[in-house]
């Protein structure tokens, strides 16, 4: 059964350093997203992504964060100057149809720890 | 008021035991609604899509009250690998996002 994968695991890093979180959608999925939880509370959306722009942000992603579709199957998250309060596991996911029935697929996530 | 509020919980249930769970919805433009299972520390797993017509998957069976804002979960003859966080999530047409409620949390216990 296909599946999301992503790398790290677990990432642990200084503060104001700069990570990228790597995903593997499903392949013949179109769209694209990345949600966050932090430890004890909600899965909260982030981003999503379709044709190689954004089509949808919440207010968490600020210009600290980016994302891109460097080739024909990473998605990465990158977060420029990590803050104490980007500790989260973060959760990329992936859809074949937009909006509508749209069924998202998580991967198994990467544990973010900034110290 | 949050766009998806779910029970509180957590439900405390016996094995054998049936337990439903309720999702209301703040934004009558949600179209689609999903229930997802969380164990601790691990992905949302996609439980099942939530139809107007309900719908059923063994002994799992979801509801949908457009009239109301709700959507419910039933879980029938409940065994131990049930316990976990099961989250709703709704969708808006066309939006990009899934909201996701806080979750609830279930211990089956022997």
């Known amino acids: 059964e296909p599946e999301v994968t992503q790398t790290p695991s677990h990432q642990v890093t200084q503060m104001g350093q700069e990570v990228i979180l790597r995903c593997v959608p499903i392949s013949n999925h179109l769209y694209f997203y990345w949600y966050r939880q932090i430890l004890g509370q909600k899965v909260e959306f982030l981003v999503s992504?379709?044709?190689?722009?954004?089509?949808?942000k919440s207010e968490i992603f600020d210009d600290q964060f980016s994302v891109e579709r460097p080739d024909g199957s990473n998605f990465t998250l990158k977060i420029r100057s990590t803050k104490l309060e980007d500790s989260a596991m973060y959760f990329c996911a992936s859809s074949d149809v937009r909006g509508g029935a749209n069924e998202q697929f998580f991967g198994p996530g990467t544990r973010l720890t900034v110290l | 008021r949050k766009e998806v509020e779910q029970d509180p919980g957590p439900f405390n249930v016996p094995e054998g035991a049936t337990v439903a769970f309720n999702c209301t919805y703040s934004?009558?433009?949600?179209?689609?609604f999903f229930w997802y299972r969380q164990d601790c520390r691990k992905e949302p797993k996609l439980l099942m899509s939530v139809y107007s017509s309900g719908n059923e998957d063994g002994r799992f069976t979801a509801q949908l009250n457009r009239a109301s804002q709700y959507i419910s979960l039933l879980i029938r003859d409940s065994k131990l690998s049930d316990s976990a966080t099961y989250l709703c999530?709704?969708?808006?047409?066309?939006?990009?996002?899934?909201?996701f409620g806080d979750g609830t949390t279930l211990t089956v216990k022997p």
């Open positions: 999530a709704v969708n808006r047409v066309n939006a990009g996002k899934s909201t």
């Open positions: 992504f379709y044709n190689n722009e954004i089509s949808e």
């Open positions: 934004n009558s433009a949600s179209q689609s």
